[in-house]
C-alpha cells in the first residue's frame, strides 16, 4: 500500500470509528512532508532488526529493548527518518517489556486496523516515512487512557 493510501485509509477510519482516540485522528490531518524510498534503500540504511520492525511490521521480542530504561528527558524519534514521535513526559512503564507512551506528538502518527492476529488492533506508523511503530490500545494511563505500545528499536533517543 503507498503512504498516500495508508493515510486515505487511516482518515477514513478515524472518522468512521467513534474509538480513534482524537490525537491520531489530529495526526492524520497534519501535512507532514513523506520521506520515500526504496525497499533497496531502506535494506541498505537499517540494520536487519530496524528493517523487520519497520517495513515489515514485525515485532521485536519484549524486554529486549535498552529504551525500556530509558528515563532521560528528551525525545523518541523514528530509526527510520528521526521524525519525533514521542517525548520523555509520555513515558511510562507498562510492564509489556515495550517502551510505552500515553500520548504521541501531534501530526507525526498514522494509524489503520490491522488483522494479523485474530482480532483487530490500531496499529500506528510514523507520518512521514511510513514505518511501523507498533500498536495502540485503550488501557494506557491518564492524561489519555492510551497506551501506544511501540518496538524499540524503531526508536531512537535523543537527550534533550
Ligand atoms: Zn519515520
Redesign the pocket.
Known amino acids: 500500500m503507498t503512504r498516500r493510501r495508508f493515510i486515505a485509509r487511516s482518515l477514513a477510519l478515524a472518522s468512521a470509528t467513534a474509538a480513534a482516540p482524537r490525537a491520531v485522528v489530529a495526526a492524520t490531518l497534519a501535512a507532514v512532508v513523506p520521506?520515500v524510498r526504496s525497499d533497496d534503500e531502506w535494506k541498505r540504511r537499517l540494520t536487519p532488526a530496524q528493517y523487520r520492525v519497520?517495513r515489515q511490521q514485525g515485532t521485536e521480542p519484549p524486554f529486549t529493548s535498552p529504551l525500556n530504561d530509558e528515563k532521560r528527558v528528551g525525545t523518541f524519534v523514528?530509526?527510520?527518518?528521526?521524525?519525533p514521535?514521542f517525548g520523555s513526559r509520555t513515558k511510562y512503564d507498562s510492564g509489556t517489556g515495550w517502551p510505552s507512551f500515553w500520548d504521541g506528538i501531534a501530526g507525526h502518527l498514522a494509524t489503520r486496523t490491522d488483522y494479523l492476529l485474530l482480532w483487530p488492533r490500531t496499529e500506528y506508523?510514523?507520518?512521514?516515512?511510513?514505518?511501523h511503530q507498533g500498536h495502540v490500545f485503550t488501557d494506557g494511563p491518564p492524561p489519555t487512557g492510551m497506551r501506544y505500545c511501540n518496538n524499540g528499536v524503531a526508536l531512537k533517543f535523543v537527550p534533550a
Open positions: 520521506v519497520l523514528c530509526a527510520g527518518c528521526d521524525l514521535l506508523r510514523c507520518a512521514r516515512c511510513g514505518g
